[in-house]
């Protein structure tokens, strides 16, 4: 069974940054998509950012200009380099990638920024 695995998180002060990482526990196939999404409490889990396997990006107006996300196709992984963090930015972060055939979740990583 196919595990996605997220890393990085954890608590930092505004203004810090901290790198998420996503990695596939067995190889993909015919992936289209990865993305990070994020759940506060209270609210629905929204995307933060996407990135094809042509390398197009996608943003939540929010994070623009302050996080970076990439991936490596050959190792099916996709990282989220999250800079100039905010409080209002914490939250659970999930990986998702997404496949002509399903979709896949990771479990998910807690990130929390103090003000």
């Known amino acids: 069974q196919l595990h996605l695995v997220e890393s990085g998180g954890g608590l930092v002060q505004a203004g810090g940054s901290l790198r998420l990482s996503c990695a596939a526990s067995?190889?993909?196939?015919?992936?289209?998509?990865m993305g990070w999404y994020r759940q506060a409490p209270g609210k629905q889990r929204e995307l933060v950012a996407s990135?094809?396997?042509?390398?197009?990006?996608n943003y939540a107006d929010s994070v623009k200009g302050r996080f970076t996300i990439s991936s490596d196709n050959a190792e099916n992984t996709v990282y989220l380099q999250m800079n100039s963090l905010k409080p209002e930015d914490t939250a659970v972060y999930y990986c998702k990638t997404v496949t002509v055939y399903v979709s896949y979740w990771g479990q998910g990583t807690q990130v929390t920024v103090s003000s």
């Open positions: 067995r190889s993909i196939g015919r992936i289209t998509v």
């Open positions: 990135i094809t396997t042509d390398g197009r990006t």
